[in-house]
């Protein structure tokens, strides 16, 4: 069994943000797997769920509807009630430290300052999980400035949208090869 978790925000006003990227992207992967289950809210974990399979294999998609910051919580929930372990977990964010278009995947790595893994290595007690970062860096950012967490929190704009969606197929393709138990060929393919 493997589980995907998607990190974002609950709320319409943060929806089509950068830092919902990680919501997009398993939106994305569902969309594009004929066999899943409709979004199903999950009380005691704060997530939204949906099941499927594939390959032979049982897959939980995920996304937790506590605050980033406060994902840990419901990570940890739904990793003891679908007894899955840390190992067999894949987390999609956004990242800030990259720019827009870039994607990176890592396996047993720390936080880099993401508050939304921070609590989940926090919770967890763990970092050994594979995480899939895209960037949200603005092409104007400059470095040192505080717009960064401003700029997370803005709309995706139509300009970049195309941007974004081209993301989230590099990483339905990068989840498909992990999913084979192939983690590090979709690195080498998508670390460049």
Same mark, same amino acid.
């Given at each position: 069994?493997?589980?995907?978790?998607?990190?974002?925000?609950?709320?319409? $006003? %943060?929806?089509?943000?950068?830092?919902?990227?990680?919501?997009?992207?398993?939106?994305?992967?569902?969309? $594009?797997?004929?066999?899943?289950?409709?979004?199903?809210?999950?009380? !005691?974990?704060?997530?939204?769920?949906?099941?499927?399979?594939?390959?032979?294999?049982?897959?939980?998609?995920?996304?937790?509807?506590?605050?980033?910051?406060?994902?840990? /919580?419901?990570?940890?929930?739904?990793?003891? %009630? %679908?007894?899955?372990?840390?190992?067999?977990?894949?987390?999609?964010?956004?990242?800030?430290?990259?720019?827009?278009?870039?994607? !990176?995947?890592?396996?047993?790595?720390?936080?880099?300052?993401?508050?939304? &893994?921070?609590?989940?290595?926090?919770?967890?007690?763990?970092?050994?999980?594979? !995480?899939? /970062?895209?960037?949200? /860096?603005?092409?104007? %950012?400059?470095?040192?400035?505080?717009?960064?967490? !401003?700029?997370?929190?803005?709309?995706?704009?139509?300009?970049?949208?195309?941007?974004?969606? $081209?993301?989230? $197929?590099? &990483?339905?393709?990068?989840?498909?090869?992990?999913?084979?138990?192939?983690?590090?060929?979709?690195?080498?393919?998508?670390?460049?």
């Amino acid at each position: 069994m493997f589980l995907i978790i998607g990190l974002g925000n609950p709320g319409k $006003q %943060y929806k089509s943000t950068w830092h919902n990227l990680g919501f997009l992207a398993v939106d994305g992967f569902k969309s $594009q797997m004929a066999n899943f289950s409709d979004w199903k809210n999950m009380d !005691r974990a704060q997530s939204l769920i949906s099941e499927g399979e594939i390959n032979n294999k049982k897959i939980i998609l995920a996304k937790p509807q506590t605050f980033m910051n406060n994902s840990g /919580r419901s990570v940890q929930i739904l990793v003891a %009630y %679908y007894k899955t372990p840390a190992t067999n977990m894949i987390v999609l964010h956004d990242d800030a430290d990259l720019p827009i278009g870039a994607i !990176r995947i890592s396996k047993n790595s720390g936080s880099a300052g993401h508050r939304g &893994i921070e609590s989940i290595i926090g919770h967890l007690k763990t970092k050994n999980f594979i !995480r899939i /970062r895209f960037g949200s /860096r603005p092409k104007n %950012y400059i470095p040192g400035s505080k717009s960064l967490k !401003r700029s997370v929190l803005k709309i995706i704009t139509k300009a970049d949208k195309k941007n974004a969606e $081209q993301n989230i $197929q590099k &990483i339905t393709s990068a989840l498909e090869i992990i999913l084979e138990g192939k983690p590090e060929k979709a690195m080498s393919l998508f670390n460049g």
